[in-house]
T-cell receptor, first 115, second 111 residues
Framework: DAGITQSPRHKVTETGTPVTLRCHQT?????MYWYRQDPGHGLRLIHY???????DKGEVSDGYSVSRSKTEDFLLTLESATSSQTSVYFC??????????????FGNGTRLTVT | TQLLEQSPQFLSIQEGENLTVYCNSS?????LQWYRQEPGEGPVLLVT?????EVKKLKRLTFQFGDARKDSSLHITAAQPGDTGLYLC???????????FGPGTRLSVLP
């Protein structure tokens, strides 16, 4: 199994509070991704990183920011959590972007509930 | 935004039955992947298909890529309870583009 650790695994927070989710990899892969998974929507890309301090937006980036200060760590921050951000968040890594020979490897997810 | 559709959304069958699930798009894929996700875990890659008409087999699972590279199917023979999970297809329409995921087919195989 790819070495990807997400923390925390579960979190309950109140509307308006800031929240940071962490993804840590031990594979030295260049690309890291944050997805959210909601019923009926599959996995939707929030942000991704193509190197240290290099990030870009995905299809559902509003309300989220990311940072990558080290190859192994990719942080997802909800500046002011809203109930619509209640979801399961997955981190993924890959050696190359959108490459048939470079699959995505996923962590086990963080279940976030915003009350 | 290019979309992937998957059908059926839910499928519940008895152990030993065969089944097929589908993934399709209105645009041509450069490559397509199938993942399986079990409860409480992240998706795990099953297969990647690239060439139109390509067929790949993984034990009791058969994956087919449409000739026009706009659709794909996953056929499971003699389903087992261990096949239970969410099956996701993910497509890229251009080389180097991030993969886009479909909504998934949730399969339940009853003993």
């Amino acid at each position: 199994d790819a070495g990807i650790t997400q923390s925390p695994r579960h979190k309950v927070t109140e509307t308006g509070t800031p929240v940071t989710l962490r993804c840590h990899q031990t594979e030295n892969h260049r690309y890291m991704y944050w997805y959210r998974q909601d019923p009926g929507h599959g996995l939707r890309l929030i942000h991704y990183s193509y190197g240290v301090k290099d990030t870009d937006k995905g299809e559902v980036s509003d309300g989220y920011s990311v940072s990558r200060s080290k190859t192994e760590d990719f942080l997802l921050t909800l500046e002011s959590a809203t109930s619509s951000q209640t979801s399961v968040y997955f981190c993924a890594i890959s050696e190359r972007q959108g490459n048939m020979n470079s699959p995505l490897h996923f962590g086990n997810g963080t279940r976030l509930t915003v009350t | 935004t290019q979309l992937l559709e998957q059908s059926p959304q839910f499928l519940s069958i008895q152990e030993g039955e065969n089944l097929t699930v589908y993934c399709n798009s209105s645009s041509v894929f450069s490559s397509l992947q199938w993942y399986r996700q079990e409860p409480g875990e992240g998706p795990v890659l099953l297969v990647t298909v690239v060439t139109g008409g390509e067929v790949k087999k993984l034990k009791r699972l058969t994956f087919q890529f449409g000739d026009a590279r706009k659709d794909s199917s996953l056929h499971i023979t003699a389903a087992q309870p261990g096949d239970t999970g969410l099956y996701l297809c993910a497509g890229a329409w251009n080389y180097g583009q991030n993969f886009v995921f479909g909504p998934g087919t949730r399969l339940s195989v009853l003993p």
